[in-house]
């Protein structure tokens, strides 16, 4: 994968995870930014280190997951490296979940709920170029 610096760091939770490299490949031979994948595979209690070790190299935190976003895990992951770091990186984050709506069961209504590719690639450039 990616030679270099990381540019951004990806956390992403189940499924999302595939599509988290997806989109690390593409940016890095489209765009030449490398993103620091980290795939945590247990939640409680979920470990920060590896998280935080990155953000303090890149500054830039997406957390993606398929809960619908507000009082969930992307928010608690944003919110433990925020405290575990004390203000010693400047720290850009975004955060991508499911709609706030029950996930369907219709295949093509659930890829409109849940988090896709273009959202991930497009908020890794922002946070990149931000």
Request: hydrophobic residues 45%; negative net charge; charged residues 25%.
């Amino acid at each position: 994968m990616p030679n270099g610096a990381p540019d951004v760091t990806v956390v992403a939770f189940g499924r999302m995870t595939g599509l988290a490299e997806r989109v690390a490949k593409a940016l890095h031979e489209r765009e030449e930014i490398n993103l620091e994948l980290i795939f945590p595979l247990q939640i409680s209690p979920l470990d920060l280190r590896p998280i935080i070790e990155s953000v303090s190299r890149t500054g830039k935190l997406l957390v993606v997951e398929e809960g619908a976003t507000g009082f969930d895990l992307a928010s608690e992951t944003i919110a433990g490296v925020c405290i575990a770091a004390r203000g010693a990186t400047a720290l850009r984050a975004r955060r991508i979940g499911a709609q706030p709506v029950p996930i369907p069961s219709a295949a093509e209504l659930e890829r409109r709920v849940l988090p896709s590719e273009a959202e991930i690639h497009a908020a890794c450039l922002e946070l990149f170029d931000g």
